[in-house]
């Protein structure tokens, strides 16, 4: 088994090479980094001793982690950062120590093959070993062979598979059998597999409209309370260096060939002229000369754009070539015959239509200031312009004059939205009432219609599980059942544009009968899912415990 372990590594894995070089690398630079605790910040660094293992030696290290790092490859596992890596890489190195000091025997030939088998590299679409997958894995690495393929050999594969069963069989020791409550299985067997049968009602939010009166007291209080809201971002004011295209189209030269061309490479940019009703058989030819004049318009505007970009471009270098201050940009200026242009200040929000609509505008003139006066060009959509710093402007909190439209518009909105929910709890509280006194829900709603001023509708689901939900439910609506019981009204969950009251009409729980297929998987997942995390705990704070013992001391 091992002969044809290392063997088929050698032949078939050689991508595996390329892809820890990078853990690898990434491993080293926080070992080495002061800040983890595990590198050296100076060529004599005490011995740090970690189950056999110096974590401030480089060699020492970097092996540890090269292991982990192939184990991780191996079993697909999903490591979000570099602190879960370090985690389990620390978590093995204490299993494989904890199998010494308990003589734990090496796995078998049996034991390794069992365990290649659920390797997640070779798993098909059932989540089973797939020996067609392997095969076609194999043939696809005969064309990626690469020369990073020396930096593991068949030990290093042979060994952290073997070590890799051990730390399973650690982890399965101090797991535990993982004990399961009879009722947790019940619940979660009730929580997927009850059937339900469900009702709602909805409440149009946009035809709620309730009257709310708005006073300047009640203004300033919400301001008051939500003034961060309101505080303006910081504004930059400067003048602008314009180079419109139009001055530019002059200097266009156009050819019928690159007319045609242009026309080509972007046809559906011209449509035919709507009073255009001559009848002409749609031949290449005909359709460009219908829209020529669009063609070459859009034609002369591109080529002009693109002639001021470069013209502002001149300029910019120009600016820094200069050495040009804004106390002497006039002059400079004038021997160019250019001149600047002056706009309110502004953010990303209030971009002055006279420069566009592009966001590179407020970020290139936001970048100005005492340190660099001037921005890079910048495309305004009729031209090109560069930036010329005059001021930037703090954020600040603005009176309540100055945003009292806005503020009005959103205390009436928080209104309504509170106005919403208590008349929804009031429609709940009707409902319940008429459900009661054995009403259906449709005639509960049509009772209670006048209890909100809003339009109101009711959807029927039939009966259906939580495992194999219909289509069309709502997403709230599994929030809004959780804990209820047969005959019972949810409280109303609000949304954007709506809310829903959920009745369950029906709801009949599944058996409990543990000896049922169904029971005793649910009570093994369970019981497996408790088992593993109690390990990982147990195998944390071992972790935790060890460093502690050499943890470089306090000041």
Partial sequence: MISWIQRTFQQHFKWLFLALLVIVIVSFVFITNASSGFGHTAKQTPARPFFGVNLNSNEESQRLFKDAGLSVQLHGMQIRSEGQFQQYALQRQAALHLAGELNLPAPSEDDLVRHVRTLRLFAGPDGQFDPKRYVEFRDSLKKNITSARDQLDESDVTRV???????????????????????????????????????????????????????????????????????????????????PAAAYVGQVTVTEVGLRAYYEANPTRFAKPAGDKTPVASTPAADFDAVRKQVEDAYRLERAQALALGAAADVAVALYEEKVTPATLGGFLASRKLSLKKVPPFNTESVPAELGTDRNIADQALKTGPQRPFSDPVNTGRGAAILAWNETLPARQPALAEVKERVTADYIEAEKRKLFAEA????????????????????????????????????????????????????????????????????????????????????????????????????????????????????????????????????
């Fill in 424 to 555: 929804g709890r009031s429609l709940r509280t009707t409902l319940e009432t008429r459900l009661k006194a054995g009403d259906t829900l449709a005639k509960a709603v049509t009772a209670s219609s006048s209890v909100i001023s809003s339009k109101l509708s009711t959807k029927t689901w039939p009966a259906f599980t939580l495992a194999s939900p219909p289509q069309d439910l709502d997403y709230n609506v599994y929030a809004a059942i959780n804990g209820l019981e047969k005959g019972q009204l949810s409280q109303m969950v609000t949304t954007a544009e709506q809310g829903l009251i959920v009745y369950v009409a029906d709801k009949k729980l599944p058996a409990a009968d543990p000896s049922s297929p169904k029971y005793v998987e649910t009570r093994d997942r369970l019981a497996g899912f408790t088992a593993s995390r109690n390990g990982s705990a147990a195998l944390a704070s071992i972790v935790e415990t060890e460093l502690a013992k050499s943890a470089p001391a306090t000041p």
């Fill in 161 to 243: 598979l073997a070590d890799d069963v051990v730390y399973q069989q650690v982890l399965k020791l101090l797991s535990g059998p993982g004990y399961v409550l009879p009722l947790d299985v019940q619940n979660q067997l009730n929580r997927v597999d009850s059937t339900w049968t469900l009702e709602a009602v909805t409440v149009d939010y946009a035809g709620f409209k309730p009257s709310i009166p708005v006073t300047d007291e009640a203004l300033s209080k919400y301001f008051e309370y939500n003034g961060p809201r309101y505080e303006i971002a910081p504004k930059v004011a400067v003048s602008y260096i314009d180079f």
